[in-house]
């Protein structure tokens, strides 16, 4: 098929480019910085962001791996906007994520930037158009998908950008699904490596939240990028406050942790079965909820009708499996909870950071038992992989199982598995409230004995309950039935509580000294539980903490983060937020937009607090950009006005 770009071409159309407008940037801000403060109306880059932008900008490529919400779209927003407006053309972003494209388009435009996106949900006429705009250098930034960039038609348009100098960029987001190790890998995404062939000189940017090893190599290898300076940006989230709690009425724990800390807020629940999710939303919804289950066997057009409520109304729960969370973006979701072990720290990691992209205090929550550990376990001994895969996978199993155990900082064990070493971070469970701890070796050696004399006894096997029961002494039926009470293991543990045997016997599993096996999870010895036996391994316990009393998220911190967690509103306050709010809800239901693309949470509420006065005061708020302080400015300084006075 030969196709000619110019045919799309109307004929007088020329690409006219803006020219670089006076801003309120300080002055000797770099062009970079200006593009932050005039269109985004941000005061400063936020870490490794300032240093990747000049570089992109100066042309080089780059592969950045930063966490979830860490910042990474205007790592290539602002050098596209930079370099288109000196002339440079286009920037072209691959993503994957098609339900994406349309907001993220939605709120460049809202910032007063020409972007345009191309995939299927495009009909002929709309694609046509989007061409034409490409053509024509009226586009900023076209976001497209992979299998779309890669036909012979568009690969055509670009040749003709390209020989004009009109290719400014090829943002390659998610690029983690170029490596078949990753879950998220995409066969088109391999056919990539032909930008680089064929349009040399243009700068390349892939970025991604995956930061092992074995990823970084196989993007580098695959996309070409083994001359493409590496940016390492910190993992640390310091907004989110980690716990994780023993799972005792998960339900009900959930309940409370919801109810009490996170009432009318946005949030995502997840859990390992479609099943779970639907009992769990349902069950919430019946408690005064506003919870949504969201699944994979779910009709794709419920399922979209549930996103949509979930990106566009507040203080809605989301409960999934992992199927959500890739390419939502919402910046406000106050919570994550976990009510199911993730597979491992990587994922743990990316759904966790799924909340508070907005910076303001968010937690991450999961609750944990022993049936965690063996389903895990048995999901990898069962699956069809290789066994070098799950040699892999037990490993991350392992440490994920340490990260739940562990009774010292969260932060610092996340960020060292990431390879970043911290110090304590006053923003996690163990840090706000150091749990005691108890030296369980005593405990742990009778346990093993006892699962070593049932064996001696008649060759059997058996579960946990039963195990405590012979422990502790308890006369029940079935005791009495395989004539357990004349073992020299009966009783000898009377003093030990049920919930701390339970305590020993996980860690005993996820150590990897005990093995779960069969329908009935019942217990047997493996070749390590010789040395806890002979008493050559101290095992020390935290003691399980019947809910401690917590406050809310990032509220008590005391640790040195960088960041201050924000003032609560005074009444006043309150009351202009509230109409912010219900501005802000109109406005975005006009546009077809969800609410945050109009002015995120965090940025109305500083208005609300600074309650600015005039246009000047009300574009030094955070988040109001030149656009918007036109577009909305004098709107907003009429809705704070009418909410009451200070
Ligand atoms: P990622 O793609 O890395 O998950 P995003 O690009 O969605 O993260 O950014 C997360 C949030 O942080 C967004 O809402 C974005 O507007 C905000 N943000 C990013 N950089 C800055 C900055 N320099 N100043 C203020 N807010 C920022
Ligand atoms: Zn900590």
Same mark, same amino acid.
């Given at each position: ?105 939605? @709120? !460049? &435009? *809202? ?6 996106? +191309?995939?299927? =949900?495009?009909? /002929?006429?709309?694609?046509? %158009? ?63 490596? @032909? !930008? &680089? *062939? ?6 390349? +940017?892939?970025? =991604?939240?995956? /930061?092992?090893?074995?990823? %970084? ?63 769990? @939303? ?9 919870? +949504? ?9 419920? %399922? ?343």
């Amino acid at each position: 098929m030969s196709f000619d770009p110019a045919s799309v071409l109307d004929a007088d159309l020329a690409p006219d480019l803006p020219p670089v407008r006076a801003g309120r940037q300080p002055a000797g801000a770099s062009p970079a910085e200006a593009i932050l403060h005039e269109v985004f109306g941000y005061p400063a880059f936020r870490g490794a962001q300032r240093e990747i932008v000049e570089h992109v900008v100066a042309g080089g490529d780059a592969l950045v791996l930063m966490p979830t919400g860490g910042g990474k779209s205007l790592c290539y927003q602002v050098p596209a906007i930079v370099r288109h407006r000196a002339g440079q053309g286009v920037a072209i972003v691959v993503s994957p994520l098609i339900a994406l494209m349309h907001d993220q388009v939605g @709120a !460049l &435009h *809202e910032a007063g930037v020409q972007a345009a996106f +191309l995939n299927s =949900t495009l009909d /002929a006429e709309g694609a046509r %158009r989007v061409e034409r705009d490409l053509l024509a250098g009226r586009l900023t930034l076209l976001y497209a998908a992979p299998e779309r960039i890669l036909t012979p038609r568009f690969l055509a348009i670009l040749e003709s950008l390209h020989e004009r100098g009109q290719l400014g960029l090829f943002a390659i987001d998610e690029a983690h699904c170029v490596s078949q190790w990753g879950h998220d890998f995409r066969e088109e995404y391999l056919g990539l490596s @032909a !930008l &680089h *062939e064929r349009f040399a000189g243009v700068p390349r +940017l892939a970025l =991604t939240a995956t /930061a092992d090893d074995h990823t %970084r190599a196989d993007i580098v290898e695959r996309l070409q990028l083994e001359r493409a300076r590496l940016f390492v940006a910190s993992f640390d989230r310091p907004n989110i406050r980690y716990t994780i709690v023993e799972k005792d009425e998960p339900r009900k724990q959930l309940l409370r942790f919801v109810r009490d800390e996170h009432e009318g807020e946005a949030g995502i629940v997840y859990c390992q079965s479609r099943r779970k999710v639907e009992e769990t @939303a349902a069950w919430l919804a019946e408690e005064g909820i506003t919870a +949504l289950p969201y699944h994979a066997g779910l009709d794709a057009d419920l %399922r979209r009708r549930h996103q949509d409520r979930f990106l566009r109304e507040d203080g809605v729960v989301m409960v999934a499996t992992i199927a959500f969370g890739m390419g939502i973006d919402k910046p406000d979701v106050r919570f994550v909870a976990h009510l199911d072990l993730p597979k491992n720290i990587e994922s743990y990691y990316q759904e966790t950071g799924r909340g508070g992209r907005d910076g303001l205090p968010a937690d991450a929550w999961m609750t944990y038992g022993l049936a965690d550990v063996v389903n895990q376990r048995r999901m990898i001994d069962e699956s069809e992989a290789g066994e070098d895969f799950k040699r892999l996978q037990r490993g991350k199993l392992d440490a994920l199982l340490a990260l739940s155990e562990a009774h010292d900082c969260r932060r610092v064990r996340l960020l060292a598995y990431f390879g970043q070493s911290s110090t304590p971070c006053g923003n996690c469970d163990n840090c706000l409230h150091p749990p005691a701890t108890w030296d369980a070796t005593e405990a742990a050696r009778k346990a093993l004995s006892c699962i070593y004399r049932f064996r001696q006894n008649n060759g059997q096997r058996f579960g946990a309950g039963h195990l405590i029961d012979v422990l502790r002494g308890k006369r029940t039926e079935k005791v009495a039935q395989y004539g357990h009470e004349s073992l020299s293991t009966f009783g000898v543990g009377a003093e030990v509580s049920e919930a701390q045997w339970r305590l020993v016997l996980r860690q005993l599993i996820a150590l990897g000294h005990v093995q779960a096996e069969g329908e009935f999870n019942t217990l047997g010895l493996s070749d390590s539980a010789r040395e806890v036996l002979r008493g050559e391994v101290p095992v020390r316990l935290r003691v399980p903490a019947e809910a401690r009393p917590r406050g809310k998220a990032g509220r008590a911190g005391t640790g040195s983060r960088d960041k201050p967690p924000p003032l609560p509103l005074d009444a006043a306050a309150t009351g202009r937020f509230a109409a912010l709010k219900a501005w802000r809800a109109e406005v975005a239901r006009e546009h077809n937009l969800p609410a945050y693309v109009v002015f995120h949470d965090a940025t109305l509420a500083e208005m609300a607090r600074e309650s600015p006065a005039s246009l000047d005061e009300l574009g030094q708020i955070s988040g109001v950009g030149t656009k918007k302080l036109q577009a909305y400015g004098s709107e907003l300084l009429r809705v704070m006005a009418s909410a009451g006075p200070d």
